[in-house]
């Protein structure tokens, strides 16, 4: 079983739509939560983390949550852009006392339709 | 540059052949990552330079794979006798040290296909 489970695997929404991305983990302990934005062809890019004590982190239209408690997180992105269609990798880093040793989730792709 | 630096960005090349890729990490940046993404999955971990040394390279799948950084700076990434199911993209990451909460910045990968 995967230790970060993303939902929904696709999404497509018009444009100026908001919309939620779910992501599940089971990495305990864990040292913080990123999401990363992948466009096609492209490398991820970092749009939040998030370390184990915080509920919330925003960077600009996107607004990353997390409950720890139930080991979830959530991506939610307000007013889309085309420019938003992309993949959103949740990434958990274990807590070892070392280095940060990313585990990846494999994403959802989301589409914005105009 | 200001960015990670990957190349080629694509390489293609027939079974059984030697490939190089290689990693211009951000300046300054002493932590580096090569990860491995298949179509549709999320990266995967290779292995993880601090300096010079490789300080973790669990994640290289046998010994056909092997990374160098012999000046703490640039990384190449070498695999032998390459296989089909080698295909994939190959990303590189750098951080300013390995640890804390710091981004991993990424390169835009070089997409290995294996004919």
């Known amino acids: 079983k995967n230790q970060v489970e993303q939902s929904p695997q696709s999404l497509i929404i018009l444009e100026g739509k908001n919309c939620t991305l779910q992501c599940n983990y089971t990495v305990s302990p864990f040292s913080n939560l990123r999401w990363y934005k992948q466009d096609t062809g492209r490398g991820p890019v970092s749009l939040t983390i998030?370390?184990?004590?915080?509920n919330t982190k925003s960077n600009g239209r996107y607004t990353a949550t997390l409950d720890a408690d139930t080991k979830q997180s959530s991506l939610h992105i307000t007013a889309s852009q085309l420019s938003d269609s992309a993949s959103y990798i949740c990434?958990?880093?274990?807590?070892?006392?070392?280095?940060?040793?990313?585990?990846f989730g494999a994403g959802t792709r989301l589409a914005v339709h105009p | 540059g200001a960015g990670v630096s990957q190349t080629p960005s694509n390489k293609v090349t027939e079974k059984g052949k030697y490939v190089e890729l290689r990693c211009d990490p951000i300046?300054?940046?002493?932590?580096l990552y090569w990860y491995r993404q298949s179509l549709g999955q999320g990266p995967e971990f290779l292995i993880y330079f601090q300096g010079t040394g490789a300080a973790d390279d669990s994640g290289l799948p046998n010994d056909r794979f092997f990374a160098v950084r012999p000046e703490g700076s640039v990384s190449t990434l070498k695999i032998q006798r390459t296989e089909r199911g080698d295909s994939a993209v190959y990303l590189c990451?750098?951080?300013?040290?390995?640890?804390?909460?710091?981004?991993?910045?990424f390169g835009d990968g070089t997409r290995l296909s294996i004919l």
């Open positions: 990451a750098s951080s300013l040290t390995g640890t804390g909460n710091q981004p991993q910045h």
């Open positions: 998030m370390t184990f004590s915080e």
């Open positions: 300046s300054g940046h002493t932590a």
């Open positions: 990434v958990v880093t274990p807590f070892s006392g070392g280095y940060n040793k990313l585990i």
